[in-house]
């Protein structure tokens, strides 16, 4: 989410448009690819509804060495999130918690139909 190679972590932030369905979705996992994290990569997930704003259990915070293991680079979530109609993505690198910058390369989430 922000250039590598800088004397120190960059706080920056990357936020999806929000996705429109014409039902409403359950999200069942959210995975996030990224290069091989080292000590002290940290960032937060955040799904975003309808109106513009972290959903409920919808926020999720990885620091490698904590709840990722270094060297991975793949994290995962299972969310606990209600069914929804809209939804988005905010990454946020933690540049208070997290001290070496990072980068992700892929999105995936797994969604299911979720009610009307």
């Known amino acids: 989410t922000v250039p590598t190679g800088l004397g120190s972590v960059v706080a920056g932030v990357y936020e999806t448009q929000t996705q429109?369905?014409?039902?409403?979705?359950?999200?069942?996992e959210v995975r996030l690819y990224t290069?091989?994290?080292?000590?002290?990569?940290a960032f937060t997930v955040d799904?975003?509804?309808?109106?513009?704003?972290?959903?409920?259990?919808?926020?999720?915070n990885f620091t490698a060495g904590t709840n990722v293991t270094i060297?991975?680079?793949?994290?995962?979530?299972?969310?606990g999130i209600?069914?929804?109609?809209a939804l988005g993505v905010r990454i946020t690198n933690a540049s208070v918690t997290g001290t070496r910058n990072w980068t992700a390369?892929?999105?995936?989430i797994d969604i299911e139909p979720g009610g009307k």
Request: aromatic letters at 6%; zero cysteines.
């Open 47 to 60: 799904l975003i509804g309808s109106g513009g704003s972290v959903m409920a259990n919808g926020s999720q």
């Open 105 to 108: 390369t892929k999105m995936e």
């Open 20 to 28: 429109l369905f014409s039902k409403k979705v359950a999200v069942k």
């Open 71 to 79: 060297g991975d680079d793949l994290v995962r979530w299972n969310p």
């Open 82 to 85: 209600a069914p929804t109609y």
């Open 35 to 41: 290069e091989p994290l080292v000590a002290d990569n």
